[in-house]
Nanobody, 123 residues
């Protein structure tokens, strides 16, 4: 299984970006999906997670009300809509997926990781 994250870029504070995560390979084993981010000098942190059905989601407190995670199982894709971006949101964003229906915020529980996409937010 390969995950390809895309959609990052440079945006002004208050702006929006939509990240995509495309899965390829033996995708029938993928279930829970999530997004994490890592800023320079900081540890990787949880951003959002979504269950296989899409019926359950969870967000880091820092992004609640601004970010929305979604998925399209038919397309083997996941998305992260990011609105009202702040300079503190700048980081490399990673998508992750795993074999469990619901994985949530524990990185070690994900089986596959994308390569990351850079998000830069100017003030």
């Amino acid at each position: 299984v390969q995950l390809q994250a895309s959609g990052g870029g440079l945006v002004q504070a208050g702006g929006s970006l939509r990240l995509s995560c495309a899965a390829s390979g033996r995708t029938f084993g993928l279930r829970g999906m999530g997004w994490f981010r890592q800023a320079p000098g900081k540890e990787r942190e949880f951003v959002a997670a979504i269950s296989w059905s899409g019926g359950s989601t969870n967000y880091a407190d820092s992004v609640k009300g601004r970010f929305t995670i979604s998925r399209d199982n038919a397309a083997n894709a996941g998305y992260l809509q990011m609105n009202s971006l702040k300079p503190v949101d700048a980081a490399v964003y990673y998508c992750a997926a795993g074999k469990r229906l619901w994985i949530d915020r524990i990185p070690d529980e994900y089986d596959y990781w994308g390569q990351g996409t850079q998000v830069t937010v100017s003030s």
